[in-house]
């Protein structure tokens, strides 16, 4: 076990209409420096196919300005914990992210959490954001049981 501050900055801006939020960053995407740094976990990929662009080709630079163009801000639910390797099961020691403080400069009116647990943590600290949330299948490798296509069909909301 760890205890781990989040590395990155929230992608967000003053038009930014949704929020996506995932719950920690991976091993791989601390390493990498960037959200969703795991090439098998679907975000991307799914992504991609939403909005009809190949996230795969783009630096994380320009992956950050296409979403503020899509009006998506991405952040985590939790900022600082105790995790073992990537395991969202052994979260514990958990300093929430201030989401209100996030999205108070925004326009944000929807929150869409990539996975339960992202979700639970948004709920144990700000249960008065749940009219606004919305719990998508995670885009995890460990979601296997959902194909991209069976994601896609869920995901799909978030465009606007």
């Given at each position: 076990m760890e205890k781990i501050t989040?590395?990155?900055?929230?992608?967000?801006?003053?038009?930014?209409?949704?929020?996506?939020?995932?719950?920690?960053p991976s091993v791989i995407s601390r390493e990498n420096d960037f959200y969703y740094g795991n090439k098998r976990n679907r975000f991307w990929a799914l992504?991609?196919?939403?909005?009809?662009?190949d996230f795969s080709l783009m630096t994380n630079i320009e992956k950050r300005n296409t979403l503020l163009k899509l009006h998506i801000a991405l952040y985590d639910s939790v900022y600082s914990c105790t995790i073992y390797k990537s395991s969202d099961e052994t979260i514990e020691d958990v300093c929430y992210s201030d989401i209100p403080s996030l999205i108070k400069e925004s326009k944000i009116k929807h929150i869409y959490c990539n996975g339960n647990k992202a979700f639970e943590f948004l709920m144990d600290?700000?249960?008065?954001?749940?009219?606004?949330?919305?719990?998508?299948?995670?885009?995890?490798?460990?979601?296997?049981?959902?194909?991209?296509?069976?994601?896609?069909e869920k995901w799909q909301i978030i465009k606007h």
């Open positions: 989040h590395p990155f900055k929230p992608i967000i801006d003053e038009n930014s209409e949704i929020l996506i939020l995932g719950s920690f992504l991609s196919k939403i909005f009809d662009r600290a700000y249960p008065n954001l749940k009219d606004m949330t919305m719990v998508l299948p995670s885009t995890s490798p460990r979601n296997a049981s959902y194909s991209l296509d069976r994601l896609y």
